[in-house]
């Protein structure tokens, strides 16, 4: 019995030695950081990241725990947005983006329940050409004396999980890159010749547009008529201001002419030749807005600026199955 005591003694002498060491070469910190090349603007990248909402398309961790329950504060992008998950693998913490810099760098404050504060996380895109460097580092916070040697063991497991998340992220955005469907709209860039409309502009309540449409488009086409004029085209909204606190939309009834002329009681615009992008859509005209929204997420992507009018080709005229109606949307594109 002495002697199984004399052993036992000895073998937690050892260990102990051994974890004092692991103790005296263990970090004071967790910190681990890995990078991955993505064929993408660094602009894209930045903006998948920024929407913690997204990251469930994505993330590691989704993966790693399906049955996680996550809640989002009603801001999901940029500084304030909070990501609060809880679940039977992960448990319970949360994620806050504490700093951004557009297209170049996002911070985060992240809290995981029962461990130390502050942790953060911090993206960094780096573009050359057509190629972005995304670096996603991790800074724990400082953890306490005896239990340091866990730093060592969590940081292998924790760089194989950045890893796998950079290569999932690497594959959503190289495809977005390549098929360039956003909300489930193709989105093109084209070239747009000069156009020309006459036109009825006004400051028009927006749940009165379709009723302004209708009744300026009939006095358009009677001017049109009496003046002989060619059309180029179909009849179109051009959008010039749209005030959602207002409520209000500073919108046009077109009509696309041959030929830019001036018609009594008409007002007119040509718009010149350049660069721009389309959307088509096919249902109810008055249900445009998630395209116009794929327009918007396209030109954040691609650091684009758009010029006014907004404009809504009304293609279809005698479909009487409104989800084949065909409305074309175009943006087009400020050279600044």
Sequence with gaps: ?????????????????IYGILI??????????????INAPSTMIYNVVNNLKGWEDWSPWAEMD????????DKTSGVGAIWNWDGEK???????????????KI?????????????YSTWTFNQTGEQTKVTWDFEGADTPLFFRPFNLFMKGSLKKTYKQGLKSLKEMVEKRAKEKIYRGFKV????????????????????NIQQFYTQSLGALFGKVQGANIEMDGTPSGLFFKWDEVAGTADMATGIPIKDAINVKG?????????????????GDYSKTAEAHYAL??????????????????????????????LTKITYYLSCN
């Design 296 to 325: 918007d997420d396209y030109m954040k992507d691609y650091n684009l600026i758009n010029n006014t009018p907004v404009v809504e080709e009304y293609v279809t005229s005698e479909e009487k199955d409104p989800s084949k109606w």
């Design 90 to 104: 992960l448990g319970k913490g949360s994620q806050k983006i504490i700093e951004t810099v557009i297209g170049e």
């Design 188 to 207: 093109r860039e084209v070239d747009m010749p000069e156009k020309s409309y006459i036109m009825n502009r006004s400051v028009v309540n927006m749940e």
């Design 1 to 17: 019995m002495k002697k199984f005591a004399k052993i036992l003694i000895i073998i937690l002498l050892v260990l102990a030695v």
């Design 266 to 282: 008409a007002s007119s615009l040509t718009i010149p030749e350049g660069k721009a992008l389309q959307v088509d859509y096919y």
């Design 66 to 73: 399906p049955t996680a329950k996550n809640s989002y504060s």
């Design 107 to 119: 911070k985060t404050d992240l809290e995981f329940e029962g461990a130390g504060t502050p942790n």
């Design 24 to 37: 005296a070469i263990s970090p004071a910190q967790l910190k681990l950081d890995e990078s991955e090349n």
